[in-house]
C-alpha cells in the first residue's frame, strides 16, 4: 500500500469485506487526549489511539517532549489494536493529520507494513456519505511483529542533535514560532540555524489532502532545497510527521529529527537562530 488512502478506497475495502485494521489517533496541541471526541463518533471498527501514552515514551529524558516509543511496546500496542501480519493499517485523525502521521511514522519506523493514513482524516469519511459509529471496539487481537526495537535507527531514517547540519532542514512550525516572535509551549524562542521554514500545515490543500506532488516539488524549489538530502523537524517531533508522511507521498525520504526544537533548546550549547534567515 502507499503512504495514503482516499476515504473511498477505504469505504471500497470495507464493503468488500476486506479486512482493514482502523486506528483513530486524534490528537492536537491543545487537547492532545482525543479519547471524548473518539466516542462522541469514529469510523466503524477503529481503535482508539493515544499519542501522548502509546506512541510516545514519556520516561525516556533528553530526547524532547514527545520521546520515540521502543519497538517492544509499539509491538504490544499493535497487537492490542488488533494489527495483522498482512491485513493493511488504516490512521487517521481530525486535526491536520498531526496524530495520523505520527502514527503511520512510529509504525513504519518499527517495521510494521502496510500502514497508511486516511487522505484528508475524518472529514473524509463524513464528505464521502459514510456514518460513524458510537459503538464500542474490541478488536481481537492481532499478531503483529515488530522488526525494529529502536525507532531512532529503525525503518526511516532520523537525524540526531548532531547531524541537522548535514541535510537541508525543513522547520515545520507556524512562521512566527520559526522567527522566535512567540513560543508558547518551550522555553526558548528561535530555530535552528541553518534551517528553513516549511510550515507542516503548507503541506495539505485546504480540505486536509495531502498536496500532489508538483505541489511540493514547487515547495521545495521555492525554498532552494536539496530534495535528495532533506531532514525535519518541529517542537516536538509531531508535527514534522506530516511533512515527512507528505514528502514520502510525493516521492521524497527525509529524515526526522524525533526529538526537535523541545530538544535542541534544552540544550544551552546549541545556538539559536532568530528572524527569516
Do not use: K
Request: proline share 6%; hydrophobic share 40%.
Amino acid at each position: 500500500m502507499s503512504v495514503l488512502i482516499s476515504a473511498t478506497q477505504l469505504a471500497r475495502l470495507i464493503d468488500a469485506g476486506q479486512r482493514v485494521a482502523i486506528l483513530d489517533v486524534r490528537w492536537r496541541i491543545d487537547e492532545p487526549d482525543g479519547r471524548a471526541a473518539y466516542q462522541r463518533g469514529h469510523l466503524p471498527g477503529a481503535v482508539y489511539v493515544s499519542l501522548e501514552d502509546e506512541l510516545s515514551d514519556h520516561s525516556t529524558v533528553g530526547r524532547g517532549r514527545h520521546p520515540l516509543p521502543s519497538g517492544r511496546s509499539i509491538e504490544a500496542a499493535a497487537r492490542r489494536w488488533g494489527i495483522r501480519d498482512g491485513v493493511p493499517t488504516v490512521v487517521y485523525d481530525d486535526w491536520n493529520r498531526a496524530g495520523s502521521a505520527r502514527a503511520w511514522w512510529v509504525l513504519t519506523a518499527a517495521g510494521i507494513a502496510d500502514v497508511c493514513i486516511l487522505d484528508g482524516g475524518l472529514a473524509a469519511w463524513r464528505s464521502v456519505g459514510r456514518d460513524l459509529s458510537t459503538d464500542p471496539v474490541e478488536p481481537p487481537p492481532g499478531n503483529a511483529t515488530v522488526t525494529h526495537q529502536d525507532l531512532y535507527d529503525g525503518a526511516l531514517p532520523t537525524l540526531t542533535a548532531q547531524q541537522v547540519g548535514e541535510v537541508d532542514l525543513l522547520d515545520a512550525r507556524a512562521p512566527e514560532r520559526f522567527r522566535g516572535e512567540i513560543e508558547p509551549i518551550d522555553p526558548v524562542a528561535g530555530h535552528i540555524p541553518g534551517a528553513t521554514n516549511l510550515p507542516s500545515s503548507a503541506m495539505l490543500n485546504p480540505d486536509g489532502t495531502f498536496l500532489a506532488h508538483d505541489a511540493i516539488a514547487g515547495l521545495l524549489a521555492d525554498r532552494d532545497v536539496d530534495d535528495t538530502r532533506i531532514g525535519a523537524y518541529c517542537g516536538s517531533g509531531v508535527t514534522a510527521a506530516v511533512t515527512v508522511a507528505a514528502l514520502a507521498a510525493a516521492g521524497y525520504r527525509a529524515a526526522l529529527f524525533p526529538g526537535s526544537w523541545s530538544q535542541w533548546s534544552s540544550d544551552s550549547d546549541n545556538p539559536v537562530a532568530r528572524g527569516d534567515d
